[in-house]
């Protein structure tokens, strides 16, 4: 008989924590799942506000509700950047309504200067990204179109496109660059090239990413900016912070999206450079900083806004340990004042330049680390980002960055980038999977996802 009791009663144990911890896991998914409600009603109090105050225009102005056109006439930035967020979220009246204006107002004949870059991740990236959920070919009409007037940023001497370029005439001008700018092209003109047959387009962004890779120090470090002309560095500061940051973010997902073995190369030889000279342990915590990309020395301990994308990175590369302790530092950041900073010198744990844009990077590695630990941490870190981002940016009409974190003034700013990517990461982290099979698409810098098809 003892020989039966024992079994049974730990057939019960067995049976009573399955359930404690299936109704754990169901109140935390009831959890998730009304958390991705609030983010939904408040992407729509943005979004509504949009509507309201600058239809057909780049961008609201919370504040003063009024519109913003990036260069005097509206090329629909906002309605481009949040589509597929609207898709995704399943606000079909609202995403109908503006793909219907984009493909009846929206034209790249235009005698203005644009910044190549700007206009690559968000207008080029989100049409493509539309075009796949959506299947309306004249999102990739427009993408080729786009595609077509912004090739000439790339003939310079060097094959480095030039920053700014004219839609209409072709013509180019301010040489300084940085490598972001070059080397984060590649996922939206090589996709353009798949769709469209047309390997020009891959060939150019290719041809601008190697040629930043091979004029790398001999440390291996690239500085903070560079002339297309010339080829020579013009800031060798080296850091994975803006103007340097997406550059390594496209090594490794060009090589994930279309299987690029060059890309995954510069990659191999670039990250454990990165992790060398840029790595900061600092009273044991992990931080990434400044250095001479020539010597390797440190130059600056700032981390920022910015610099909070590297834990998605380091996540989606293999590399977890470092993410998580990274990721660590970025949440750090951001409780010093209840909102993140855009630099942060990370050694006197002091505010050096205030403002909130209201970023995303921040965001997005949470979603990332949520995605490969399955770790209920992140989620509670995404929520309270989440309640503290409602709480000192909604304004009456639209959400609106800080122009200071410390006494959290409002500024009169809502860029697009708040609608593709703040909101639609945050509402990913706390959607059902199925919203977005996250294995079977790679987000270009912008959060625009593009279907790993090749």
């Not at 896991?25 to 509507?51: I, M, P």
């Not at 629909?76 to 949040?82: C, E, F, G, K, R």
């Not at 998605?312 to 010093?336: P, V, Y």
């Not at 503290?388 to 940016?393: A, E, G, I, L, S």
Request: glycine share 6%; hydrophobic share 40%.
């Amino acid at each position: 008989m003892p020989e039966r009791i024992a079994p049974t009663a730990f057939l019960l144990a067995a049976l009573a924590a399955f359930a404690t911890h299936g109704c754990g896991k169901s109140r935390q998914d009831q959890d998730a799942q009304q958390l991705a409600a609030r983010v939904r009603t408040e992407f729509l109090h943005a979004w509504n506000n949009y509507e309201r105050y600058a239809w057909g225009h780049d961008a609201l102005r919370p504040l003063s509700k009024t519109a913003h056109d990036w260069y005097g006439q509206s090329l629909l930035m906002t309605p481009v950047d949040a589509l597929d967020t609207l898709i995704l979220m399943h606000l079909d009246s609202e995403a109908e309504r503006a793909r219907s204006l984009i493909v009846s107002d929206l034209s790249f004949d235009r005698d203005i200067y644009v910044k190549n870059f700007e206009i690559t991740i968000r207008l080029l990236g989100g049409l493509l990204s539309s075009y796949q959920l959506t299947g309306d070919k004249r999102l990739l009409s427009l993408a080729e179109d786009l595609g077509n007037r912004l090739l000439p940023a790339f003939n310079s001497p060097t094959g480095l496109p030039y920053v700014f370029v004219n839609l209409r005439t072709g013509q180019t001008r301010d040489p300084v660059t940085n490598p972001a700018e070059t080397g984060t092209l590649l996922l939206e003109f090589g996709a353009l090239s798949k769709f469209t047959g047309r390997p020009v387009f891959y060939e150019k962004a290719k041809c601008a990413v190697v040629e930043t890779f091979k004029r790398r120090s001999l440390l291996g470090l690239v500085g903070e900016s560079i002339n297309v002309e010339t080829g020579a560095w013009t800031n060798t500061d080296s850091h994975i912070s803006g103007g340097i940051d997406s550059y390594y973010e496209y090594l490794w997902k060009c090589w994930l999206l279309f299987g690029d073995k060059d890309c995954r190369e510069m990659w191999e030889a670039s990250i454990p450079v990165v992790n060398k000279y840029l790595a900061d342990e600092s009273d044991a915590e992990l931080w990434y900083g400044h250095a001479d990309m020539q010597t390797g020395k440190q130059t600056n301990t700032t981390y920022g806004a910015l610099d909070a994308f590297f834990p998605g990175l380091l996540a989606l590369s293999g590399d977890l340990t470092r993410a998580r302790r990274l990721q660590a530092s970025s949440f750090k950041m951001w409780n010093l004042h209840g909102i993140e900073p855009e630099t942060l010198d990370y050694k006197k744990m002091c505010v050096v330049a205030g403002r909130y844009h209201l970023r995303p990077e921040i965001v997005e590695s949470t979603y990332y680390l949520y995605h490969y630990t399955g770790d209920p941490e992140y989620r509670h870190m995404g929520e309270k980002m989440f309640d503290d981002f409602v709480k000192y940016c909604r304004a009456d009409s639209g959400y609106a960055a800080l122009a200071d974190v410390v006494t959290k003034q409002q500024l009169d700013e809502m860029q697009s980038f708040v609608l593709a990517e703040t909101f639609k990461y945050f509402y990913l982290l706390f959607a059902s999977p199925e919203t977005l099979q996250f294995d079977k698409v790679i987000f270009n810098t912008e959060a625009h996802p593009l279907k790993r098809m090749w």
